[in-house]
């Protein structure tokens, strides 16, 4: 089955203490992106990458960080999380983005609270 | 940042009333314009990409309509169930930037 998969999928933390939620997708799509959705804003984008090796910043990129050693696995990266990052965090993927007409797939979700 | 706009942001209607809501976004260097439905619980997942003005999708009870000279869409649901009951999100695509900017979503809740 096509699909993008996240884990985990809730997490309750404290501040500044390192986490990493990994994103996953089997479709051998080039982009993938992480979004968050706070209550009253759309989702908003952290990160993104066009291909392997290739990343950067969406909108609000601040206290996170991205790599794409491979092409299916796109890992967000909070190295010291603070109570203004809990947030639903979805990842999504899509065949590129150049087109800008390839619809993306998105994960689950990922719910964090940083205490 | 470029702005788009969901209106309205939440709405309560009864089984079986039609429905529409509004996508209002910048139309310079616009390219395209995905819908997604995104139910509670669950990841959002698409229903329509539109590129030309004047374009309009349909599928099953939802359609939707393309302005792009003036920048917005419109969603319609025709006679609405329980289970369309989610948020629905709009996000244009710009030809500057490459990336999807979403709406917030119109939130729709169908009363049995």
Redesign the interface.
């Given at each position: 089955e096509a699909q993008?998969t996240q884990n985990p999928r809730y997490l309750i933390t404290v501040t500044g203490k390192k986490l990493t939620v990994t994103c996953s997708q089997n479709m051998n799509h080039e982009y993938m992106?992480w979004?968050r959705q706070d209550p009253?804003?759309?989702?908003?984008?952290i990160y993104?990458s066009m291909n392997v090796e290739v990343t950067d910043k969406?909108?609000v990129p601040e206290g996170y960080k991205v790599s794409r050693k491979e092409k299916r696995n796109f890992p967000l990266i909070l190295e010291s999380p603070s109570p203004n990052q809990t947030s639903l965090y979805?990842c999504a993927s899509s065949f590129t983005?150049?087109a800008?007409?390839d619809?993306?797939?998105?994960?689950?979700?990922t719910r964090l609270t940083v205490l | 940042i470029l702005n788009v706009e969901q209106s309205p942001q939440s709405l309560h209607v009864q089984e079986g009333d039609s429905t529409n809501f509004t996508c209002s976004f910048p139309s310079s260097n616009f390219y395209a314009l995905h819908w997604y439905r995104w139910e509670t619980a669950k990841s959002p997942e698409a229903l329509f990409v539109m590129t030309l003005n004047g374009d309009e999708k349909k599928k099953g009870r939802i359609s939707a309509t393309l302005n792009t000279k003036e920048g917005y869409s419109y969603l319609y649901i025709k006679g609405s169930q329980p289970e369309d009951s989610a948020t629905y999100l709009c996000a244009p695509f710009y030809n500057q930037g490459g990336k999807l900017i979403f709406g917030q979503g119109t939130e729709l809740s169908v009363k049995p």
């Open positions: 993008v992106s979004y009253g804003l759309g989702l908003r984008q993104y969406g909108d979805f983005i150049f800008g007409t619809t993306q797939y998105f994960g689950p979700g | -």
